[in-house]
């Protein structure tokens, strides 16, 4: 398995267990707020989360909207994280 295969393994984990769902139920495609249903402050804890589970931080005024629509948006932008 890939890094980024490894890394959306885990936001999918990290999501599944906020939001109370089965792994399997979280697509990663699916759009997490409109689809999945987290709302504003799920979004600040799966940040927190996913910061303190791979080691990374992101900064807020950078951080566009767009790459935290689904687990594979927000597994890339981590990855480009990691990358830099």
Do not use: H, R, W
Request: charged share 25%.
């Amino acid at each position: 398995m890939n890094k980024l295969n490894n890394l959306m393994d885990v936001v999918t984990e990290i999501l599944a267990l906020q939001l109370e769902l089965a792994v399997a139920d979280v697509k990663v495609d699916a759009n997490i707020f409109e689809e999945l249903g987290l709302d504003s402050t799920g979004i600040i804890e799966l940040l927190l989360a996913l910061e303190e589970k791979c080691e990374i931080e992101f900064d807020m005024e950078e951080l566009d909207p767009s790459y935290l629509e689904s687990v594979t948006t927000i597994s890339n932008y981590i990855m480009e994280l990691k990358n830099s």
